[in-house]
T-cell receptor
Framework: GEDVEQSLFLSVREGDSSVINCTYT??????LYWYKQEPGAGLQLLTY?????DMKQDQRLTVLLNKKDKHLSLRIADTQTGDSAIYFC????????????FGAGTRLAVHP | AAGVIQSPRHLIKEKRETATLKCYPI?????VYWYQQGPGQDPQFLIS???????DKGSIPDRFSAQQFSDYHSELNMSSLELGDSALYFC?????????????FGEGSWLTVV
């Protein structure tokens, strides 16, 4: 079945780059997503990548996709305290519909 | 830009009571999804609707039901509430159900069952 795995915690210093990693199992996933959730808040779509792409950049965010290894990463450049949140990786489940399978989320802590 | 609107934002119910959550998708989005996020958990897919018809079903208990109305808003009805139903319930919408359309989430409805 489909499964998405992420490391649970990441701590970085303000100004450094953060790299959040994710592995997925469904090779038929066509889109992979990154969502951000701040405490007590909803899910904010950060970015997404189509499976035939290797990289996507959007301002401070860079998404890298290694389809062979089913590995996805999100790099946040110049990490700020406002980036502290839980980051969820998600893949579209097989079947052609837009059902998302989420990872457990990575809690990013940014310290001075 | 208009986002997905959910109501109520917070709801407290007693065990065995019934709760109804409402979701208003982004204009011109005809697909609605419901997710449940337990404390410290990742969101779990419950059910989705496309053009007012159920399109997919996930781990939704039999005590729960949902529908999408002619104006595309959706309601999630939860009956015989249990303590374990306490969670954050998200609604999301997309332009259609085809894989790849970006999915936007609402702020969620917090349900506490006491």
């Amino acid at each position: 079945g489909e499964d998405v795995e992420q490391s649970l915690f990441l701590s970085v210093r303000e100004g450094d780059s953060s790299v959040i990693n994710c592995t997925y199992t469904d090779s038929s996933s066509t889109y992979l997503y990154w969502y951000k959730q701040e405490p007590g808040a909803g899910l904010q779509l950060l970015t997404y990548i189509f499976s035939n792409m290797d990289m996507k950049q959007d301002q401070r965010l860079t998404v890298l996709l290694n389809k062979k290894d089913k590995h996805l990463s999100l790099r946040i450049a110049d990490t700020q305290t406002g980036d502290s949140a839980i980051y969820f990786c998600a893949e579209t489940a097989s079947g052609g519909y837009n059902k998302l399978i989420f990872g457990a989320g990575t809690r990013l802590a940014v310290h001075p | 830009a208009a986002g997905v609107i959910q109501s109520p934002r917070h709801l407290i119910k007693e065990k065995r009571e019934t709760a109804t959550l409402k979701c208003y998708p982004i204009p011109r989005h005809d697909t609605v999804y419901w997710y449940q996020q337990g404390p410290g958990q990742d969101p779990q897919f419950l059910i989705s609707f496309y053009e007012k018809m159920q399109s997919d079903k996930g781990s939704i208990p039999d005590r729960f039901s949902a529908q999408q109305f002619s104006d595309y808003h959706s309601e999630l009805n939860m009956s015989s509430l249990e303590l374990g139903d306490s969670a954050l319930y998200f609604c999301a919408s997309s332009p259609n159900q085809i894989s790849g359309n970006t999915i936007y989430f609402g702020e969620g409805s917090w349900l506490t069952v006491v």
